[in-house]
């Protein structure tokens, strides 16, 4: 199960730098000793070694390359009928992207909710998204660790789900990562070798060290081409007890074995520490707009003098989460009536005196202040390997088998009361057979692949005793606050599975594009998975032995049809249904999922638009309207795949109006509605003091936690809160031809409610950030400055079950610095 109550619905830095240090810059070292070897000439900085030459205003952001990562087939965005967005290098690069977060002001259908600070995946169209390497599903995270966007050649981000020929996805759309590789445009290997070195440093310490190196090379008389990448990160952090420390390499390897036969293999090795942040606790109105925060000390429950509550001395006291008001005079279980409003104080006072806080007060919080303690933390070691065989005989006929691996362990411990890991990896193999046929009529491209995924998981979460008011920010955690955790002790889990799953499939695609102007995307996909979970009881609380397998399959299909018309304008309208298998976010299937079959359903997606490439390709717009939705509302995973019904509006256009301006300007609309919610009247939810109308003193209960059902009377009241209706989006980029370049970026933002209830409204924002860069010969320095206007703002948290509980205070004005050597 995922991060559900009940079951319902750290500062370890400055070592090995030294090391590290110079084991980067030996890659100088090696380039100088290769490029000596090569007696290659001088590259100038209009003429990059190997690549071709990009014109400074566009950065390689309008697409006018191929984009084999939304349909299999090489088209352009603009040929292709759905709505994505590509990111490029030289994006990243010039306007200093480096989490995910930044991504929403170069892609219109993104926002993300905060999943308690850790930037792993986007919200997509309002739900959570995937992430996808060189087109292959990787393991779910919606929050496990911040997925690295550095080692990255181009960010392809597609809204809705994928097509049948990429397997089973979610609803909402995802994030394909191509990383950095030794071919150029064209296919062609670089002739000489060329790489970088970047130290970026920033406000609250802020230290990383990078470098890439990419080129041929040869052994014996077989010719490849390689790209290394390394990244170590040794960072400080706004927030109080929270750093990071990680390790990224990455290897990528290119090698035509024969004229008809190449191997593309490679790999990442991604090692982080840091810690989640669950932001504010004790939410009200008055502390978001104006920080004023209700101060007091919880019980004492630590009896054995340990210095942590152990679930034993938890259930010594009494409930410290009532559900409902079952153990008050004035009760009631009665639906849509909220539990919430039968709470009064006469019910704390009599029936749950242990929840009352001690020494209450108000003060001013920091943003600073957060939930995150001394001793939190979340670790994770995620490895990623491929080896792609491509067979490329002549005549439009091309076979490519892929291999994939990708795999994590996870542990994440957080003092409040929550904690879990995922030990689980996945390997898939897929064959895809690809004919071209050209004819007086057309070009007709056809695509067959049969696949098989496996995947292996061994997943435990406590969260039974998850208390985030027990702490008091002004103060910190101490013996009345700090849980003792599962995986601290080893036992007490509320969950603790282990099993696997394996899916069969084949595919099919075609591909109609008729010389009068029509396109038709015509495809097909059958899987079959078959699954087996099992729980440990002697890791439980309480637990008892539950075992189950089951076999589930499911058709997706897709059909697009587009048509040129003069100008470069391009309409287009896609139908399509997609399986998506309904995974926790250990890639866990619980065995009463298993058993009930609600861990395998669909999604319909109905989209329309028109596309535009005008002014000798450099501008390009877009404009889609859609509504998707889940076809099963009872199969739903709250944290990773929810069943939702979405409708929206996306606007997108850039504009490379001469070689030293770009200009990118994005807009989205968007609703998003609980679908399980609005069936069933209700939606499980922690309750939060606003919700708590009839309780006019909240330290009555804020030492534990009141649980309950949010009334959703309507289809308003199902819709999914912290995501705007409306974001907008603005960019340039000026480059002198002095070296000098100017970046600008706007994302303006909705006001927005914090959770289901929508009782806490955060206020409505405009985030600016401002940058400079200057290239002289080799070197680039760039500096830039984020929150430029120091505008206070919030991200929601978590919304269905915590939104009215917590939210995270972002961070103010901050500036990040890169030094670049390029050779």
Same mark, same amino acid.
């Not at 104006?290 to 003098?305: E, F, K, M, R, V």
């Not at 861990?599 to 390009?620: H, N, Q």
């Not at 009377?713 to 100017?742: C, H, M, V, W």
């Given at each position: 199960?995922?991060?559900?109550?009940?079951?319902?619905? &750290?500062?370890?830095?400055?070592?090995?730098?030294?090391?590290?240090?110079?084991?980067?810059?030996?890659?100088?070292?090696?380039?100088?000793?290769?490029?000596?070897?090569?007696?290659?000439?001088?590259?100038?900085?209009?003429?990059?070694?190997?690549?071709?030459?990009?014109?400074?205003?566009?950065?390689?952001?309008?697409?006018?390359?191929?984009?084999?990562?939304?349909?299999?087939?090489?088209?352009?965005?603009?040929?292709?009928?759905?709505?994505?967005?590509?990111?490029?290098?030289?994006?990243?690069? &010039?306007?200093?992207?480096?989490?995910?977060?930044?991504?929403?002001?170069?892609?219109?259908?993104?926002?993300?909710? =905060?999943?308690?600070?850790?930037?792993?995946?986007?919200?997509?169209?309002?739900?959570?998204?995937?992430?996808?390497?060189?087109?292959?599903?990787?393991?779910?995270?919606?929050?496990?660790?911040?997925?690295?966007?550095?080692?990255?050649?181009?960010?392809?981000?597609?809204?809705?789900?994928?097509?049948?020929?990429?397997?089973?996805?979610?609803?909402?759309?995802?994030?394909?990562?191509?990383?950095?590789?030794?071919?150029?445009?064209?296919?062609?290997?670089?002739?000489?070798?060329?790489?970088?070195?970047?130290?970026?440093?920033? =406000?609250?310490?802020?230290?990383?060290?990078?470098?890439?190196?990419?080129?041929?090379?040869?052994?014996?008389?077989?010719?490849?081409?390689?790209?290394?990448?390394?990244?170590?990160?040794?960072?400080?952090?706004?927030?109080?007890?929270?750093?990071?420390?990680?390790?990224?390499?990455?290897?990528?390897?290119?090698?035509?074995?024969?004229?008809?036969?190449?191997?593309?293999?490679?790999?990442?090795?991604?090692?982080?520490?840091?810690?989640?942040?669950?932001?504010?606790?004790?939410?009200?109105?008055?502390?978001?707009?104006?920080?004023?925060?209700?101060?007091?000390?919880?019980?004492?429950?630590?009896? #054995?003098?340990?210095?942590?509550?152990?679930?034993?001395?938890?259930?010594?006291?009494?409930?410290?989460?009532?559900?409902?008001?079952?153990?008050?005079?004035?009760?009631?279980?009665?639906?849509?009536?909220?539990?919430?409003?039968?709470?009064?104080?006469?019910? @704390?006072?009599?029936?749950?005196?242990?929840?009352?806080?001690?020494?209450?007060?108000?003060?001013?919080?920091?943003?600073?202040?957060?939930?995150?303690?001394?001793?939190?933390?979340?670790? #994770?070691?995620?490895?990623?390997?491929?080896?792609?065989?491509?067979?490329?005989?002549?005549?439009?006929?091309?076979?490519?088998?892929?291999?994939?691996?990708?795999?994590?362990?996870?542990?994440?411990?957080?003092?409040?009361?929550?904690?879990?890991?995922?030990?689980?990896?996945?390997?898939?193999?897929?064959?895809?057979?690809?004919?071209?046929?050209?004819?007086?009529?057309?070009?007709?491209?056809?695509?067959?692949?049969?696949?098989?995924?496996?995947?292996?998981?061994?997943?435990?979460?406590?969260?039974?005793?998850?208390?985030?008011?027990?702490?008091?920010?002004?103060?910190?955690?101490?013996?009345?606050?700090?849980?003792?955790?599962?995986?601290?002790?080893?036992?007490?889990?509320?969950?603790?599975?282990?099993?696997?799953?394996?899916?069969?499939?084949?595919?099919?695609?075609?591909?109609?594009?008729?010389?009068?102007?029509?396109?038709?995307?015509?495809?097909?996909?059958?899987?079959?998975?078959?699954?087996?979970?099992?729980?440990?009881?002697?890791?439980?609380?309480?637990?008892?032995?539950?075992?189950?397998?089951?076999?589930?399959?499911?058709?997706?299909?897709?059909?697009?049809?587009?048509?040129?018309?003069?100008?470069?304008?391009?309409?287009?309208?896609?139908?399509?249904?997609?399986?998506?298998?309904?995974?926790?976010?250990?890639?866990?299937?619980?065995?009463?999922?298993?058993?009930?079959?609600?861990?395998?359903?669909?999604?319909?997606?109905?989209?329309?638009?028109?596309?535009?490439?005008?002014?000798?390709?450099?501008?390009?717009?877009?404009?889609?309207?859609?509504?998707?939705?889940?076809?099963?509302?009872?199969?739903?995973?709250?944290?990773?795949?929810?069943?939702?019904?979405?409708?929206?509006?996306?606007?997108?256009?850039?504009?490379?109006?001469? &070689?030293?301006?770009?200009? =990118?300007?994005?807009?989205?609309?968007? #609703?998003?509605? #609980?679908?399980?919610?609005?069936?069933?009247?209700?939606?499980?939810?922690?309750?939060?003091?606003?919700?708590?109308?009839?309780?006019?003193?909240?330290?009555?209960?804020?030492?534990?936690?009141?649980?309950?059902?949010?009334?959703?009377?309507?289809?308003?009241?199902?819709?999914?809160?912290?995501?705007?209706?409306?974001?907008?989006?603005?960019?340039?980029?000026?480059?002198?031809?002095?070296?000098?370049?100017?970046?600008?970026?706007?994302?303006?933002?909705?006001?927005?409610?914090?959770?289901?209830?929508?009782?806490?409204?955060?206020?409505?924002?405009?985030?600016?950030?401002?940058?400079?860069?200057?290239?002289?010969?080799?070197?680039?320095?760039?500096?830039?400055?984020?929150?430029?206007?120091?505008?206070?703002? @919030?991200?929601?948290?978590?919304?269905?079950?915590?939104?009215?509980?917590?939210?995270?205070?972002?961070?103010?004005?901050?500036?990040?610095?890169?030094?670049?050597?390029?050779?």
């Amino acid at each position: 199960m995922d991060r559900m109550a009940l079951g319902m619905v &750290r500062g370890r830095r400055g070592r090995g730098w030294t090391i590290a240090i110079a084991g980067l810059l030996s890659c100088s070292a090696m380039t100088g000793a290769a490029q000596a070897q090569a007696q290659a000439p001088e590259k100038t900085s209009e003429e990059p070694a190997g690549e071709d030459i990009v014109v400074n205003g566009s950065l390689n952001a309008l697409p006018v390359d191929g984009v084999g990562s939304i349909f299999g087939f090489d088209k352009t965005l603009v040929e292709t009928p759905r709505s994505a967005s590509t990111i490029s290098k030289e994006q990243i690069e &010039r306007f200093g992207i480096t989490d995910i977060y930044d991504l929403v002001a170069q892609a219109p259908g993104t926002f993300t909710n =905060s999943f308690f600070g850790v930037g792993g995946a986007l919200d997509i169209r309002g739900t959570p998204g995937e992430v996808y390497f060189r087109g292959v599903r990787r393991l779910d995270n919606p929050g496990n660790y911040p997925t690295p966007i550095g080692a990255s050649d181009r960010i392809d981000i597609v809204r809705g789900p994928a097509s049948p020929i990429y397997g089973p996805s979610k609803t909402g759309g995802y994030m394909n990562f191509v990383p950095k590789s030794a071919r150029v445009k064209g296919g062609a290997l670089m002739d000489r070798p060329a790489g970088e070195i970047t130290y970026t440093g920033g =406000s609250w310490d802020r230290n990383v060290l990078s470098a890439n190196l990419r080129g041929p090379a040869k052994i014996g008389k077989a010719e490849f081409g390689y790209s290394l990448y390394a990244e170590i990160e040794d960072s400080g952090s706004y927030y109080r007890n929270m750093s990071t420390k990680q390790t990224i390499l990455q290897a990528a390897f290119d090698n035509d074995v024969t004229d008809t036969v190449r191997i593309e293999f490679g790999g990442m090795y991604h090692n982080f520490k840091g810690q989640q942040n669950g932001g504010w606790n004790r939410l009200t109105q008055d502390l978001v707009d104006n920080g004023t925060y209700i101060t007091g000390s919880a019980q004492p429950l630590d009896t #054995n003098g340990d210095g942590q509550i152990s679930p034993a001395e938890f259930d010594a006291r009494g409930t410290f989460s009532p559900f409902g008001t079952f153990g008050c005079a004035a009760g009631t279980v009665t639906a849509p009536s909220p539990f919430a409003a039968s709470f009064t104080d006469a019910c @704390f006072q009599q029936s749950y005196p242990q929840l009352a806080l001690t020494n209450v007060g108000t003060a001013k919080l920091s943003r600073r202040d957060v939930l995150t303690g001394r001793n939190d933390r979340l670790d #994770n070691k995620a490895k990623t390997g491929y080896f792609d065989i491509i067979f490329n005989p002549g005549n439009d006929l091309e076979v490519k088998n892929q291999l994939f691996y990708d795999g994590y362990y996870n542990i994440n411990e957080n003092t409040y009361g929550f904690a879990q890991f995922h030990d689980s990896w996945v390997i898939e193999d897929k064959i895809v057979v690809s004919k071209a046929f050209t004819t007086s009529a057309g070009k007709f491209s056809f695509q067959l692949s049969p696949s098989i995924r496996y995947t292996s998981f061994k997943h435990g979460e406590d969260f039974t005793y998850e208390y985030f008011h027990r702490v008091d920010l002004t103060q910190g955690y101490n013996a009345l606050s700090d849980r003792l955790l599962a995986t601290e002790s080893g036992r007490d889990y509320t969950d603790y599975v282990l099993g696997h799953y394996t899916n069969y499939a084949i595919a099919a695609l075609a591909d109609l594009d008729f010389n009068f102007g029509l396109d038709l995307t015509l495809g097909g996909r059958y899987d079959s998975v078959a699954a087996v979970s099992r729980n440990d009881p002697t890791k439980i609380k309480g637990g008892t032995a539950a075992s189950a397998r089951g076999t589930k399959g499911g058709w997706s299909w897709t059909a697009s049809a587009s048509y040129k018309l003069p100008f470069g304008l391009i309409p287009y309208a896609t139908a399509a249904q997609q399986t998506t298998l309904i995974a926790g976010q250990g890639a866990e299937i619980a065995p009463g999922g298993v058993a009930s079959g609600n861990w395998f359903s669909a999604s319909r997606l109905y989209e329309g638009g028109v596309k535009a490439s005008l002014l000798d390709d450099k501008l390009y717009a877009a404009v889609s309207v859609y509504k998707q939705k889940r076809t099963d509302f009872n199969a739903q995973a709250i944290v990773t795949n929810q069943a939702v019904e979405t409708r929206g509006v996306e606007a997108e256009a850039r504009w490379a109006v001469d &070689r030293h301006l770009l200009l =990118s300007a994005g807009y989205t609309h968007v #609703n998003v509605y #609980n679908l399980t919610g609005l069936e069933t009247g209700s939606l499980f939810s922690f309750f939060g003091i606003e919700d708590l109308v009839n309780v006019r003193n909240p330290a009555l209960y804020l030492g534990g936690q009141p649980i309950g059902l949010v009334p959703i009377p309507d289809r308003e009241a199902s819709r999914r809160q912290g995501i705007p209706k409306n974001l907008y989006s603005l960019t340039g980029s000026y480059s002198f031809d002095n070296g000098i370049a100017l970046t600008g970026s706007l994302v303006s933002v909705d006001s927005v409610f914090s959770g289901q209830s929508q009782k806490v409204r955060l206020p409505a924002y405009a985030l600016v950030d401002l940058g400079a860069s200057y290239t002289v010969n080799n070197w680039l320095f760039r500096v830039v400055v984020k929150n430029v206007t120091n505008k206070q703002y @919030f991200r929601a948290n978590f919304t269905e079950l915590f939104g009215g509980t917590i939210v995270l205070p972002e961070r103010p004005r901050s500036v990040q610095g890169s030094l670049v050597y390029k050779f």
